[in-house]
């Protein structure tokens, strides 16, 4: 049997552009709305629709504008503080006046999440004769990118479903490239994988240290120092870290940016490389 609370169960949001409300809303004041929204939590929309106020200023607000000083505050201050009341605050403008373009703070995360995306740098796709070893490239080293610039995005990445028009113009863009490659269709999904899970993964701890060493007031040379230092004057740690001492100065590199290219530009190249290589045995 179905429980009454089961049965009073809001349903599940799938995502702002499925069920959102629309982007092209008409300007609304930026000091319209005046009602009180202490009682409302940011997971949730209003309880009753508001009615659209008259203006009240010369100023505006739009779903863009939006967008843009949540991007702002999400890299200043990460998805932990971030809300509809300190955004509101931001913006000069209640909270409730936030519900009239979207419904939640999901809606704010995704909507910040497709925007960055459309920091990725998509190669021309109408070159015929483009190498799509170069545009494979230029797509993986620029996702990394933007991972590594908006430290917060990797995690919302695998939380919402990335069908916004800068995702999909990204997804379009990875799957144009790796269809030029040669490798059978059934094998294309998997050559994606190999190149964008990695271009992710490497991004996601490159944009945590970095951030880590800006929450510590440090450079990440500073940090990396520091934190080496700390662990060989350990004697249970001297012995590990030994062979890892031996190839960080095998591989050479002046900074600790400068050893992160060298590893992620190797990394790619080995997984061309293999793609070439069962391209072939196919």
């Known amino acids: 049997m179905v429980s009454e609370a089961d049965s009073t169960k809001r349903p599940i949001r799938t995502s ?25 939590p940011d997971s949730q929309p209003p309880s009753q629709p508001q009615s659209r106020p008259q203006s009240q200023s010369t100023g505006g607000l739009d779903r863009d504008r939006i967008t843009a000083v949540s991007v702002r ?3 200043t201050d990460g998805p932990a503080k971030f809300s509809m009341r300190r955004l509101a605050a931001e913006l000069g403008v209640t909270a409730m006046s936030l519900y009239w373009y979207v419904d939640t703070k999901d809606d704010l995360l995704e909507l910040a999440l ?13 070159d015929e004769h483009a190498d799509w070893r170069d545009q494979l490239r230029e797509l993986a080293v620029s996702y990394r990118t933007v991972l590594v610039r908006h430290s917060w995005v990797s995690p919302l990445v695998g939380k919402y479903l990335n069908i916004g028009p800068r995702s999909m113009a990204f997804s379009a863009a990875v799957q144009a490239v790796m269809a030029r490659t040669g490798l059978r269709r059934q094998d294309q999904m998997g050559g994606l994988a190999a190149v964008f899970q990695f271009a992710y993964g490497f991004g996601t701890i490159e944009g945590h240290f970095v951030q880590r060493c800006a929450d510590a007031g440090l450079s990440q040379d500073e940090y990396f120092q520091q934190s080496m230092g700390a662990v060989t004057e350990q004697p249970d740690f001297q012995k590990s ?11 050479g590199g002046d900074t600790v940016a400068d050893m ?20 072939a045995r196919a």
């Open 16 to 40: 702002v552009w499925l069920e959102g409300k629309p982007a092209a809303r008409g300007r609304r004041s930026e000091r319209a709305d005046p009602v009180s929204d202490q009682s409302q």
């Open 73 to 75: 505050m999400l890299d």
């Open 114 to 126: 497709d925007s960055v995306f459309g920091e990725v740098r998509i190669p021309d796709l109408t």
């Open 241 to 251: 870290f030994e062979n890892a001492g031996e190839l960080m100065a095998a591989r």
């Open 260 to 279: 992160r290219d060298r590893d992620f530009t190797f990394a790619l190249e080995l997984l061309i490389a293999g793609i070439e290589a069962m391209r």
